[in-house]
């Protein structure tokens, strides 16, 4: 099997995420690889990487260029992916976790569910994410659990693309690809982690447009509701930014934005049997 990390100037955290890797071979009793996709990296990411006995393959900027860089150059018949910035406390190891059922026989692929989540993503999994993929591909929420943005995942090598987008908008088309070609796509309940929190402008809008295009080419919806339901999301985009943090409960706003931008999502589009408002 192979581990592919892609990581853009993680020198600080590179060396641990590759010795974890090479921990989750030892525990599964695999032979395997650990490659580092360095991408654009302007620091010591590749000598970190190196030192702690990873293949660094040198990749566009990108995160999306980092995994087809990394992908092509994975010699494995599973290939884990995990992120060069992530902080995982579970035991075990994410990469075990993840790949274990794969093993297993019981999956083809994986996502990983980490639980704890700050209330950005969850605003983008109730806001944004489940009222339009429910819509538009009902199948893929059962499969995918409450963190799909997740760039933590493994898969049979022939689940790969050999091309996805440059950008972060490469986790969802990945997502979309699985959901079209897995049988047995899972969500892998995770433990604690951490990451850096770092703002990515204007992502919710460019991954709705590769769920628009995909929904498109698989014929579930006309091309003429896409303007549609770009309007509904500049409308429930602007509800997320309503919430008040030392004023909100977060859960309770999670409740209510799902329900209302799941009615939006309806009436932008003048579906039958809309949800009634309140």
Same mark, same amino acid.
């Given at each position: 099997?192979?581990?592919?990390? &892609?990581? /853009?100037?993680?020198e600080?955290?590179?060396? /641990?995420? $590759?010795?974890?890797?090479? %921990?989750?071979?030892?525990?599964?009793d695999?032979?395997?690889?650990?490659?580092?996709?360095?991408?654009?990296?302007?620091?010591?990411?590749?000598?970190?990487?190196?030192?702690?006995?990873?293949? *660094? $393959?040198?990749?566009?900027?990108?995160k999306?260029?980092?995994?087809?860089?990394?992908?092509? /150059?994975?010699?494995?018949?599973?290939i884990?992916?995990?992120?060069?910035d992530? @902080?995982?406390?579970?035991?075990?190891?994410? *990469?075990?976790?993840?790949?274990?059922?794969?093993?297993?026989?019981?999956?083809?692929?994986? *996502?990983? =569910?980490?639980?704890?989540?700050?209330?950005?993503?969850?605003?983008?999994?109730?806001?944004?994410?489940?009222?339009?993929?429910?819509?538009?591909? &009902?199948?893929?929420l059962?499969?995918?659990?409450?963190?799909?943005?997740?760039?933590?995942?493994?898969?049979?090598?022939?689940?790969?693309?050999?091309s996805?987008?440059? =950008?972060?908008?490469?986790?969802?088309?990945?997502?979309l690809?699985?959901?079209? /070609?897995? @049988?047995?796509?899972?969500?892998?309940?995770?433990?604690?982690?951490?990451?850096?929190?770092? &703002? @990515?402008?204007?992502?919710?809008?460019?991954?709705?447009?590769?769920?628009?295009?995909?929904?498109?080419?698989?014929?579930?919806?006309?091309?003429?509701?896409?303007? @549609?339901?770009?309007?509904?999301?500049?409308?429930?985009?602007?509800?997320?930014?309503?919430?008040?943090?030392? *004023?909100?409960? &977060?859960?309770?706003?999670?409740? %209510?934005?799902?329900?209302?931008?799941?009615?939006?999502?309806?009436?932008?589009?003048?579906?039958?049997?809309?949800l009634?408002?309140?």
């Amino acid at each position: 099997m192979s581990v592919v990390i &892609p990581a /853009h100037n993680e020198e600080t955290t590179i060396e /641990h995420v $590759v010795s974890e890797a090479f %921990r989750s071979l030892d525990i599964l009793d695999v032979q395997g690889e650990v490659l580092v996709s360095a991408s654009g990296c302007t620091d010591d990411t590749a000598v970190a990487a190196q030192h702690a006995g990873a293949t *660094v $393959v040198t990749a566009p900027i990108g995160k999306g260029a980092a995994i087809t860089d990394g992908v092509a /150059h994975a010699r494995g018949d599973i290939i884990c992916l995990v992120d060069g910035d992530l @902080k995982y406390f579970g035991d075990p190891p994410l *990469v075990a976790l993840l790949v274990d059922p794969i093993l297993r026989g019981i999956s083809d692929a994986c *996502v990983s =569910d980490l639980y704890w989540r700050p209330l950005y993503p969850q605003m983008w999994l109730h806001g944004f994410f489940a009222p339009i993929a429910g819509l538009l591909f &009902p199948e893929m929420l059962a499969r995918v659990g409450t963190t799909p943005w997740s760039g933590q995942r493994a898969a049979r090598r022939n689940l790969w693309p050999e091309s996805l987008p440059a =950008d972060f908008t490469a986790d969802i088309a990945l997502l979309l690809h699985w959901n079209r /070609h897995a @049988k047995t796509l899972r969500s892998v309940l995770a433990d604690d982690w951490v990451n850096p929190q770092r &703002p @990515k402008h204007d992502l919710m809008s460019q991954e709705l447009d590769v769920l628009i295009a995909h929904a498109i080419s698989e014929n579930r919806i006309d091309a003429d509701a896409a303007p @549609k339901i770009r309007n509904w999301y500049e409308s429930t985009h602007k509800e997320m930014a309503t919430y008040k943090p030392d *004023v909100d409960d &977060p859960h309770e706003f999670e409740r %209510r934005i799902l329900s209302r931008s799941i009615i939006a999502l309806h009436q932008h589009l003048e579906l039958p049997g809309a949800l009634p408002r309140g």
